[in-house]
């Protein structure tokens, strides 16, 4: 008899798809909002983002195990909503897995003395080939990582939180104590450090039931926002808000990031586990990321779940952001934020019209459901909608940019 796969592998899949963008990301674009309204952002994201996962649960269990975004949205919404969401969810997906494999090159270039390009072929290859073998593979990958970021965290971390400044971690040199404007620019940052929606269905058919599932998606968000609360107090904590400077002036890039966390770090070795730690974080969200996306491009191209079927899955997954990463690198916060405001599609406002319908077709359905009802579904599309509008204004220039 197979054994039944556990919670804690599961929502280590969602929180190492979560965790690569977030704890990479979250820094750079919450400097301006800096600690408490850092937080608050991330909090409010969590708990939005976690009850639409739950709604996506709750319409998928009305379809077959294997149905995925693009079954589900054209049976309930239509065509023209379904391509719309099907664009977004690859557009996403993809531009993550880019942002992971231009990153990777950099940093595995920096260890090896390995062309950077040549690096992110290696590393494509190698990760590729572990979903290309199964979810219970990806499973036990991504419990390893997180186990390895879990220590490599800790111990980065005691060493950051024992040299903690309570005078840079609240900005107390700041004397105009302009936080909240930056609130606005930072959610798209935000949202996406919580976009395992495209994982979704791939834990409902790895558990063949929706209550696990539902324990696995909290667990794993709960865990990302453990993460993310403790390295953003401990990097606020060490690096002043001013020397982000030099990080937003390149985008974001992780090896900026990394480079001024060790010039504020006096632990070499302290500065060597943070290193450490940021390569498992993309690591572990670049395979829980090709999972979901994989599972999507499965569903939507009918392809089988053989050998054959699931190579050709995967020429579709990682080729194409493998030949952009290779032919346009950018900036990783840039990347990101863009991927942020197409995920509000397929994060928040698909999955909130997906339950409303999905609740007026099936009204005396029993089984899972999320909590919340009506006013909870036009919540989470207001705060979607908000958030693409953010990024917009970010992207005109019409929101405050915090430059360092």
């Not at 390295?231 to 020397?243: T, Y």
Request: one cysteine or more; hydrophobic letters at 55%.
């Amino acid at each position: 008899m197979e054994k039944t796969p556990s919670i804690f592998g599961g929502a280590c899949i969602i929180a190492g798809v979560c965790v690569g963008a977030g704890m990479l990301g979250l820094p750079t674009s919450g400097a301006g909002a800096w600690t408490w309204v850092s937080l608050a952002a991330i909090i409010l994201t969590m708990v939005i983002m976690t009850i639409s996962g739950l709604m996506l649960l709750e319409t998928f269990k009305h379809y077959d195990i294997h149905a995925s975004f693009d079954t589900v949205t054209n049976d309930l919404l239509g065509k023209k909503l379904n391509m719309i969401n099907d664009i977004s969810v690859y557009f996403v997906g993809g531009i993550l897995l880019y942002a992971y494999i231009t990153t990777s090159g950099g940093i595995l270039q920096q260890l090896t003395q390995i062309n950077n390009k040549v690096m992110s072929i290696i590393f494509v290859l190698i990760f590729a080939a572990v979903v290309w073998h199964s979810t219970r593979l990806v499973d036990r990958i991504s419990t390893i990582l997180i186990i390895f970021m879990g220590l490599s965290f800790i111990f980065s971390i005691s060493g950051m939180a024992a040299n903690i400044k309570l005078d840079i971690l609240f900005d107390s040199h700041n004397a105009d104590g302009a936080y909240l404007p930056y609130f606005f620019g930072m959610l798209p940052v935000a949202l996406v450090s919580f976009g395992y929606h495209h994982s979704v269905a791939s834990m409902r058919i790895y558990y063949g039931d929706e209550h696990k599932a539902q324990k696995a998606i909290i667990g794993g968000t709960s865990i990302a926002l453990g993460f993310y609360i403790i390295w953003l107090v401990s990097i606020f904590g060490n690096l002043p808000r001013a020397e982000f400077a030099p990080v937003i002036e390149k985008s974001g890039e992780i090896e900026a990031l990394l480079a001024a966390l060790g010039n504020a770090i006096e632990s070499k070795t302290v500065a060597q586990t943070i290193h450490a730690f940021s390569i498992a974080a993309i690591l572990s969200s670049f395979i829980g990321v090709g999972l979901g996306l994989f599972d999507f491009l499965a569903d939507f191209f009918h392809r089988s779940d053989d050998k054959k079927g699931r190579f050709i899955t995967c020429l579709f997954t990682f080729v194409p952001p493998l030949i952009l990463s290779l032919l346009f690198p950018f900036g990783f916060v840039i990347a990101i934020g863009y991927a942020g405001a197409a995920a509000t599609i397929w994060a928040c406002i698909i999955p909130a019209l997906l339950v409303s319908k999905v609740r007026k077709r099936h009204p005396n359905a029993g089984g899972f459901k999320t909590v919340g009802g009506s006013g909870m579904v036009i919540a989470v599309i207001i705060y979607g909608v908000a958030v693409m509008i953010f990024h917009f204004m970010n992207m005109l220039e019409l929101l405050p940019a915090f430059k360092g």
